[in-house]
């Protein structure tokens, strides 16, 4: 599954319209959403990715994958479903987008071109299930599926039985701890640049005020000097 945004709609970049549509300050994923990927790119100054056209210009697309034996990869049957979900999410941020612009009297150019959506390539209404790597002349596979994040090297009582941390909007339940750029942290753009900052400045006000409380505690229990 993934999210399918415009790269750019009506002279505006999408980071754009995330940021007045309130996507970025979205505070609770709504279910099955809390790592979805924004299928997004940068290439050539920025395009909005149309898995139609890349199948178009070669790529053979595939579900996800389920299992490997014997040299023989299987994928799930969920190819067009996803496509289509990344249609939806495409057109539905487009309505948005379109409605913000009418309601604020905004003059930006009309793009209906974007709203078109080609025939499904032959890989998505023919799903490949199977693949024998040897009789398809693989022999490289390059996983492109991101990261993981491993805390292992922080030998503190600050995570869970999966390996979170435990926190507060970033702050720890060990004491001194502090987390930045985890996802959802306290909203959609907890982890993007866009959208760090409101986490660290929420950790550096807790960080400043602890302060004050220990020197406090420190003023209130030093003894007196007589002069």
């Known amino acids: 599954p993934h999210d399918r945004p415009p790269r750019s709609y009506r002279g505006r970049d999408f980071c754009w319209w995330l940021g007045v549509l309130g996507k970025w300050d979205l505070e609770t994923p709504g279910p099955g959403t809390e790592h979805v990927t924004i299928a997004v790119s940068g290439a050539r100054g920025g395009e909005t990715i149309d898995f139609r056209r890349l199948a178009a210009q070669g790529l053979t697309l595939v579900g996800m994958t389920k299992t490997y034996q014997d040299g023989v990869m299987s994928f ?50 023919n799903p490949i299930l199977e693949l024998d790597l040897t009789e398809a002349g693989i022999a490289t596979i390059i996983w492109a599926t991101g990261f993981a994040v491993d805390y292992s090297w922080l030998k503190v009582d600050a995570f869970d ?60 229990t030093r003894e007196p000097v007589d002069a």
Request: charged content about 25%.
């Open 76 to 125: 799930a049957p969920d190819l067009a479903k996803n496509i289509a979900r990344g249609d939806a999410n495409l057109m539905s941020l487009l309505d948005e987008a379109d409605a913000y612009v009418a309601r604020n009297g905004l003059d930006l150019p009309e793009e209906p071109a974007l709203r078109k959506i080609g025939p499904d390539p032959d890989c998505v209404t």
């Open 161 to 220: 039985e999966k390996g979170r941390p435990r926190h507060q909007r970033g702050v720890s339940v060990e004491p001194g701890i502090y987390f930045l750029g985890l996802p959802w942290q306290s909203r959609r753009g907890s982890s993007f640049i866009w959208g760090v900052w409101h986490d660290a400045k929420h950790v550096t006000d807790r960080i400043s005020t602890q302060r004050k409380y220990l020197a406090y505690h420190a003023a209130a």
